[in-house]
């Protein structure tokens, strides 16, 4: 649940919704939570407790997004580099394979900015030693204005 509260403490709006927001034109959420499947999407929260759905997510606790100078959110999304606009149109940027999808062991996901690209990065801790882990790195380049 996001709670808005004014200057004095009062609860102000409400929205069940609740993960990484995004904040400028509006509020989008990237929705994080903890159900198999998930029921987690990118969304936009209007006044008065209004949820405007965005594309469906397939990972229960995405990574924090990168947002660029435009507003288009970018989002590791499972196996999937996703890239979720102002609109909430969504276009699969990159798909990272097996690699990045659903993993048994606890993983580490994270992407993050990195000059004209992104990283993205995928660990996973070892089974039989939990202070090993596996780490999948891939660099992509951002082009057409991104």
């Known amino acids: 649940m996001t709670r808005e509260y004014d200057r004095e403490g009062a609860e102000t709006d409400r929205w069940a919704s609740y993960g990484h927001y995004v904040v ?3 509020l989008r959420v990237v929705e994080a939570d903890r159900r198999l499947p998930t ?3 990118v969304v936009r929260l209007l006044p008065g407790g209004t949820v ?4 469906p997510l397939s990972d229960p606790q995405p990574p924090k997004p990168v947002v660029l100078p435009d507003g ?6 499972g196996p999937v580099v996703r890239a ?12 990272l394979g097996p690699a990045a999808g659903p993993r048994t062991a606890p993983t580490v996901r994270a992407l993050r900015r ?3 690209g992104l990283v993205a990065v995928v660990a996973e801790q070892h089974a039989s ?3 090993r882990y596996t780490v999948d790195t891939w660099t992509l380049t951002l082009r057409g204005g991104a």
């Open 39 to 41: 029921r987690g999407r």
């Open 52 to 55: 405007v759905p965005g594309p």
């Open 72 to 77: 288009t959110i970018l989002l590791l999304d």
């Open 24 to 26: 400028g034109t509006g």
């Open 84 to 95: 979720v606009g102002r609109d909430l149109d969504t276009y699969v940027l990159a798909d």
């Open 129 to 131: 030693e939990p202070t």
């Open 114 to 116: 990195d000059g004209d």
